[in-house]
Nanobody, 127 residues
Framework: VQLQASGGGLVQAGGSLRLSCAAS????????MGWFRQAPGKEREFVSA????????YYADSVKGRFTISRDNINNTMYLQMNSLKPEDTAVYYC?????????????????????WGQGTQVTVSS
């Protein structure tokens, strides 16, 4: 699976962005997918994840209620709608794929369980 993240940019606090992650290959609809982010000088952190069927969605506490993850298994694309953005959301956002047929919160929250990663897209939120 090859992943291409896009949609980042510069936005003022309180604004919105929608990130996309386009996947190549026929196995997208059998992959659990996730978003992670890394700010300068900080470790990579979990943002959100969605199961292969879309039936399970998970969010970091810091983004719950503001971000919404979704996927389109026909067009092999995952999305992250980000509303009410804050300066602390500034980071490079990465999409990732996990090929397991099962899922759980603990599995999808850990970056080490993802086999495939996109190149990242920069999100900058100004105050």
């Amino acid at each position: 699976v090859q992943l291409q993240a896009s949609g980042g940019g510069l936005v003022q606090a309180g604004g919105s962005l929608r990130l996309s992650c386009a996947a190549s290959g026929r196995t997208f609809n059998s992959n659990n997918m996730g978003w992670f982010r890394q700010a300068p000088g900080k470790e990579r952190e979990f943002v959100s994840a969605i199961s292969w069927s879309g039936g399970g969605t998970y969010y970091a506490d810091s983004v719950k209620g503001r971000f919404t993850i979704s996927r389109d298994n026909i067009n092999n694309t995952m999305y992250l709608q980000m509303n009410s953005l804050k300066p602390e959301d500034t980071a490079v956002y990465y999409c990732a794929a996990n090929s397991r047929s099962y899922y759980s919160a603990s599995l999808l929250r850990a970056g080490r369980h993802y086999e495939y990663w996109g190149q990242g897209t920069q999100v900058t939120v100004s105050s």
